[in-house]
């Protein structure tokens, strides 16, 4: 009887834990920046009193770049190991779905550089420009409001590379069915979100509201089942390809 690499199950859940923090911390990070940072610094629709709030907040606004970074950085962090982690399952489509969230990562980072503008606008820039104080709050506003816009075409690789995550999950039973059904309804439904974002941008809140609040409980759910508990290593093996017995030598 084949006996299953021991080395190889450990190094699989290692990854999977990995995957799991990465995950949380992406998600908590990410909540802590719209409640603590945006929450304190935007005021829709009223572009002065954004300016002045982050002039007068610098420090938090740079501390919500930084979130930003550590979210963006989680998912490369989290891509890599679910890739490692779901390779024996199906290599091809577990590398498509890494590059999908590699994709969300790079184009979050655009986000940032939008940030920093805003701060280069506000610094003195925009006003040793020639450009009066009003302009100024109004290119603050316009660069916020495409930095909001931009995040749903970030969702839109969000939600495809997690479609084909969870995908891989239910196939593989690495977790429970159910929790892998989850996932798949969670970011494909983050995928419909981004594109009704897109064509219908006055759609109701209130369905933002809810399918956003599901997804964020489905991540911290999942993250804390990778994180705690891993992968059915039983399972693992089942996928893992068997390595070819050496005859011995006589």
Known sequence: MEMPNRSAEATTLVYARVAGFALLLGIIVSVLNIYFVDAKLIVPGNNA??????????????????????IYASVVILSAALYITLKP??????????????GEAIL????VL???????????KGYSAGIDTEQVQAWVGLFLTLRTAW?????????????VFCYLFLKS?????????WGLFTYSSMLILSFVSILFPTHSEMFETVL???????????????????????????????????????
């Open 49 to 70: 009193a954004t300016a002045n709030a982050i002039m007068a907040n610098g420090f938090l606004f740079r501390l919500g770049i930084a979130a930003v970074i550590i």
């Open 89 to 102: 399952v199906d290599k091809n489509l577990a590398l498509l779905a890494m590059l999908l969230r590699l």
């Open 108 to 111: 979050g980072g655009v986000t």
């Open 114 to 124: 939008m940030s920093f503008i805003v701060l280069l606008l506000l610094n003195g």
């Open 151 to 163: 995040l749903d075409v970030v969702l839109i690789f969000v939600g495809l590379g997690g479609t």
């Open 173 to 181: 039973k690495y977790v429970p069915r159910i929790l892998a059904a």
């Open 212 to 250: 956003y609040g599901l997804g964020t409980l489905f991540e911290v759910l999942f993250g804390f089942w990778l994180l705690l508990k891993g992968i059915n290593l039983q399972q693992r093996n089942n996928h893992a390809p068997v390595s070819p017995t050496t005859p011995p030598v006589s």
